[in-house]
T-cell receptor
Framework: GENVEQHPSTLSVQEGDSAVIKCTYS??????FPWYKQELGKGPQLIID?????GEKKDQRIAVTLNKTAKHFSLHITETQPEDSAVYFC??????????????FGEGTQLTVNP | DAGVTQSPTHLIKTRGQQVTLRCSPK?????VSWYQQALGQGPQFIFQ???????QRGNFPDRFSGHQFPNYSSELNVNALLLGDSALYLC???????????FGDGTRLSIL
């Protein structure tokens, strides 16, 4: 089955700096890669996603890049703010039209943005 | 537009008991997936329901079972509870035709 590895497990940055979280996946059939933000006491919230036919996607201060050949994808947050502090999870799945949409998650990254 | 709602928010049980957790999907969604999240770890896929049938299952024993109702809501049942079943149980809903999964805030299950 699919295996997703995520690094680093913890990341501390100063407000205004950039943060980068990296993930690798094992199954070349995976073609959908969402990123979730989980705040304390809450469920994961989708912040951005990318499909395998796209190399990069941006949404304001957040961007995701995908390298299918190397089987890795990254989350980039620019101009970080204290409210960005949370646990971030990457995930991978295959198209629901072929084999269902189960998500395989990484182990998470605790991001702390210091004022 | 209500998002995914789960009940109860917290639950305390003892070993050997049985528990039922409930989930109402986001309006319009027809597919429900359940995940188990142990403390400090990423969510692990339990199973997925669509058209009132289990469509996919993760690596969980058959003590874990589920149900989906005609209104797309779903239940997760766990029998013969073990200490290791203590976790946050998350429900996610989506469209069967594709699209992202949206999560509820989960049920925190503690086994004594």
């Amino acid at each position: 089955g699919e295996n997703v590895e995520q690094h680093p497990s913890t990341l501390s940055v100063q407000e205004g700096d950039s943060a980068v979280i990296k993930c690798t996946y094992s199954d070349s059939a995976s073609n959908y890669f969402p990123w979730y933000k989980q705040e304390l006491g809450k469920g994961p919230q989708l912040i951005i996603d990318i499909r395998s036919n796209v190399g990069e996607k941006k949404d304001q201060r957040i961007a995701v890049t995908l390298n299918k050949t190397a089987k890795h994808f990254s989350l980039h947050i620019t101009e970080t703010q204290p409210e960005d502090s949370a646990v971030y999870f990457c995930a991978a799945s295959m198209s629901p039209k072929t084999s269902g949409s189960r998500l395989t998650f990484g182990e998470g990254t605790q991001l702390t943005v210091n004022p | 537009d209500a998002g995914v709602t789960q009940s109860p928010t917290h639950l305390i049980k003892t070993r050997g008991q049985q528990v039922t957790l409930r989930c109402s999907p986001k309006s319009g969604h027809d597919t429900v997936s359940w995940y188990q999240q142990a403390l400090g770890q990423g969510p692990q896929f339990i199973f997925q329901y669509y058209e009132e049938e289990e469509r996919q299952r993760g690596n969980f024993p058959d003590r874990f079972s589920g149900h989906q109702f005609p209104n797309y809501s779903s239940e997760l049942n766990v029998n013969a509870l073990l200490l290791g079943d203590s976790a946050l149980y998350l429900c996610a809903s989506s469209f069967a035709r594709g699209g992202p999964q949206h999560f509820g805030d989960g049920t925190r299950l503690s086994i004594l």
